[in-house]
Every structure is written in C-alpha cells, then in structure tokens.
C-alpha cells in the first residue's frame, strides 16, 4: 500500500466491502417514479459527447467494462455513482442523458450531467463548451414542459409526479478545479478571499436550488464537495503536504462545505415541502468496512499531459485489476469506487455520511 493509503478520504470513499462489480439491487417497482440528475463529469452520461470540448469521455479505454463500450460518455471504466444510485432506488434501465431523451422515457427521469460544469457559468470555460448548472436548469425547464405535454397537458398530474421524484446534485467540484485554483485561466482567486468565494459561490447555489424547488422538485440530494486535494491531479500539480494530500486546497473545501450545510438547513425551513439533504463526500471517504482496494493514490489508466491533461489517454490499455483501484484518470472514480460511494449515499455508513438523513429515508418521506 503506498504512504497515502491511509489517508482519510482515500479510505472513506472506498469504505464499502466492494468484492463484486454487480451489487443487490432493490428489486420490483422503483421507490420513486422519476430520478433527475444535476452534475458535472462524475455523472454525465453522454451530455457531453457531442459539444465541442476537450471534456468528454466517448473514447477507449473510457466505458472499458460498460455494456456498449466507450460511447456511452461516462468518465469511469464502467458505470458511474449516478447509474448506481438509480440501480438502488429500482430503475431497470439507465436514466437518459438530455441530449438523446426523448418522449415518454422522460417520464422517468433525465440525466443533465456535464463535464467541466460548475455552479458559476464560467467553469471550465478553457476545456470548451459544458453545460453549467443554469443551463441545466433551462434544460429542466424544457423538459417538465415537455412532461406536462405527454401528461394531456394536465398540469396538476404533471406536479404531482415532480413532487415524487428523486433529484440529486453533484455540483461545485469544478468551480475549485476549473476555476478558483487556475488563476491563469480565471480571475475569481484575485477578486475573492477563499472564505468570500465560498459564500459567493454558495449563495448562487442556493439561489439554483430554489429554482429548481420551482420546477417542483421537493426530494433533492445535494452533494457537497470531497477532498479535493486527494486528487492525483492536484497533489501532482501542487505536491503533498504530510497528510499526504494538498491541505490548502481541502481548506478551501471546507469553507463552502460549512456554508452550504447553513443554506440546506434555509431551504428546508423556508421553501413549502422542501425535503433537501445534503450527502457528504468528506465523510463517505472517512472510514470504513474492509475493503479490496490497494491503489489509492494513482490512476488505472495512462493519462494524457496535452490538452486534456488528467484525462486518460486516448487508445492505452488500462490497468487490468481495476477493481483494485480508487481512481481510473487522475480525476474520477473507477466503478468499484462509484459503487462505494453510490451504496453510502443510499444508506449511511456513518450518522455523518448524510444531512440530516441519507436518500433512502429521504425518499420514503
């Protein structure tokens, strides 16, 4: 095991006993009739495929061990925590990405994911086009539209139905990784403190989530950011500090983190009906059963040093025990991780793992 094995947030996020690729699902009906799905590249599922940027994932060795390879567009080997987490809740199929759902599949459900997205519209600009959390709200928009039309334009069945749905949010990694950490490219880190920019950008968070409380969302799972400083990109760029992750930058995590927990517990006392939680990255890699993961610092595949640098590299071969590792790229989880992280925000390891519950309580509410 190498010297970061027993780092925090490498353990937590693999704090499952993972031994198999396929877990036991909840089987019959779904335990919601529709699951809407906000983010940025850990749950994009094809959005980006076709705009044009450098952040997209439909290429070998991405989608090695998905059913229909790499075109799918999932940053991962295989299926992503978003895929998992439909699976728990009892959906049959995949929920479809915006850019290829259409009619009555919608009903179900709509996947918005997008790589390099952030919460602020500038995010990610440089890797290209991306589709920031207020176009994915214009996105939402379009599609209840298109709901109450397949519901005889009953607009009351159609609320109803929103009402049910689960809705999960994966937002704000990128705002620090594309953006605030990347003076060269963005100036928010010579406008802001780190304490100011964390109340800048989760006041705009807020500010989407009522929106989205609008368009009838009333179950929202909102993930707050992990440790970003773990990440093989940034302790490459900025080097270890002795926990042997980047302290400054899980600092900067911590900042919005705090604030967020405040802005949840506004929305759920302010906004009719509103049931939000807030699943906990920094917990859900803080500890946990054994598990089979020996690389925990390193990724599975090779990864490019141009343009999309931290990205795997188009046409290498990955590593072969990919069950054995945390990251695939430099940047994102491998399936057996995804997995991890998707069955603790479905139930909670730890009393932490969720505020103030976790998306299974969430959803029998």
Not at 124 to 142: A, E, F, K, P, T
Not at 330 to 343: C, K, Q, S, Y
């Amino acid at each position: 095991m190498s010297s970061c094995g027993n780092i925090v947030w490498f353990i937590l996020i693999i704090s499952i006993v993972i031994i198999s690729s396929k877990p036991n699902m909840v089987e019959g009906e779904p335990q919601v009739p529709c699951y809407f799905i906000f983010g940025d590249s850990v749950v994009d599922n094809g959005n980006n495929n076709n705009l044009l940027t450098t952040a997209k994932a439909n290429y070998f060795p991405y989608g090695i061990d998905f059913p229909t390879g790499p075109e799918n567009g999932r940053f991962s080997n295989g299926r992503n925590k978003a895929d998992f987490i439909a699976e728990l809740v009892g959906f049959d199929n995949f929920i479809p990405p915006f850019a290829t759902a259409r009619g009555p599949e919608i009903l179900k459900g709509v996947n918005y994911g997008s790589g390099v997205a952030g919460i602020r519209d500038e995010t990610g600009y440089r890797w290209g086009d991306r589709i920031s959390m207020n176009r994915q709200l214009l996105n939402h928009r379009v599609t209840t539209i298109r709901i109450v039309s397949l519901l005889g334009n009953n607009i009351t069945a159609a609320k109803s139905l929103l009402n049910k749905c689960l809705y999960t949010v994966d937002m704000g990694n990128n705002d620090y990784l594309n953006n605030y950490l990347q003076p060269k490219y963005y100036p928010s880190s010579l406008l802001y403190t780190p304490e100011k920019y964390a109340d800048v950008l989760v006041q705009q968070f807020s500010r989407q989530l009522k929106t989205l409380h609008s368009y009838g969302a009333r179950k929202v799972a909102v993930s707050n950011i992990g440790f970003l400083g773990c990440l093989p990109e940034e302790t490459r760029v900025f080097g270890r500090n002795a926990s042997g992750c980047v302290d400054f930058i899980n600092n900067y995590v911590q900042l919005f983190n705090d604030k967020l927990k405040l802005q949840i517990d506004d929305l759920n006392t302010n906004l009719p009906g509103a049931r939000f939680i807030i699943l906990n990255q920094t917990s859900i890699s803080s500890g946990g059963p054994p598990n089979d993961f020996t690389v925990f610092d390193s990724p599975c595949c090779i990864v490019s040093d141009t343009i999309a640098k931290g990205q795997c590299k188009e046409g290498e071969i990955p590593c072969s025990n990919r069950n054995q590792y945390v990251f695939y790229d430099n940047f994102h989880p491998t399936e057996v991780a995804n997995l991890a992280i998707a069955r603790r925000s479905y139930n909670a390891f730890l009393p932490s793992d969720g505020y103030p519950t976790d998306i299974n309580r969430l959803i029998q509410t």
